[in-house]
């Protein structure tokens, strides 16, 4: 039966599903996207056959008239089975989820870009099974003027989602590190790495918000992340160094192609 929950977020509308499912596994697709015909019967058969908490399936970026404009790879092809700290992680969610693997796992709604992967991130930390199915499935639409692709993603709401992105993955680590040896511990870095590399990237460096860095270097410090700075400034060049550098490098950088010099 259709839930019906106009005007809101697709985190909501995606935990609103979580919350009334009912079945062994779990499919999302978004309003704009489809899935090839008669998919689901071999992706469950797989995914039940081989006790899968998560399986990937092919997934196509197509166009608004359905071209294929291309598709997500994965690094193994083949149909290779391991536990989720081992397996490749997608930062989308076209698969099908086991329902009592992600059971108390729901979506951020105030995250506006990069839930998908906060949520993928989690799965896989709990997940014991994880594979992939190489066969037609999911068909995402490519929209100018989705969330990802707008200049929005500039915007304050995106900013604070990224430091809500941290608090959430280090509250989850805190939450479930008794399960967890060091090196699967280790393996949240990345995705911590990423989120700040996101944020300096997409909206401290382009706004030149001293505010902005003031805040993301907070959310660091408090979550205990401060080992990081280091590998996050090999990303981000003088992110450790004072603001007026870092404001000095980045500025020039904007200005820099605008300028004609005449040749001597």
């Not at 839930?3 to 499919?27: C, K, V």
């Amino acid at each position: 039966m259709p839930i019906r929950i106009p005007g809101t977020h697709i985190s909501a509308a995606r935990n609103t599903g979580l919350d009334n499912a009912s079945g062994e596994y779990i499919f999302f697709v978004d309003a704009d996207d489809t899935i090839h015909e008669n998919c689901l019967g071999e992706l469950y058969r797989y995914s039940s056959e081989n006790k899968l908490d998560l399986l990937y399936v092919k997934t196509e970026f197509t166009d608004k008239d359905g071209n294929v404009t291309g598709k997500i790879e994965m690094e193994d092809q083949t149909a290779a089975i391991s536990d989720g700290f081992t397996h490749q992680r997608r930062g989308f969610i076209s698969g099908l989820y086991k329902r009592e693997t992600v059971e108390d796992i729901r979506f951020v709604t105030e995250i506006p870009i990069g839930e998908d992967a906060l949520y993928n991130i989690m799965v896989h930390a709990m997940a014991k099974r994880v594979g992939y199915l190489d066969i037609p499935a999911y068909k995402y639409l490519i929209r100018t003027d989705s969330a990802s692709q707008s200049s929005a993603k500039t915007g304050e709401a995106v900013f604070i989602g990224f430091l809500k992105t941290i608090d959430v993955l280090k509250s989850f680590v805190e939450k479930n590190k008794n399960r967890y040896n060091q090196a699967q511990i280790d393996y949240f870095n990345r995705p911590f790495l990423k989120v700040s590399e996101n944020a300096l990237k997409m909206s401290i460096i382009p706004t030149l918000s001293h505010s902005r860095m003031i805040a993301l270097k907070a959310t660091i410090s408090k979550n205990g992340l401060g080992y990081l700075n280091d590998h996050i400034e090999k990303r981000v060049k003088f992110y450790n160094k004072p603001w007026l550098i870092f404001l000095a490098y980045y500025g020039l950088k904007r200005i820099t192609p605008i300028l004609r010099f005449p040749r001597p």
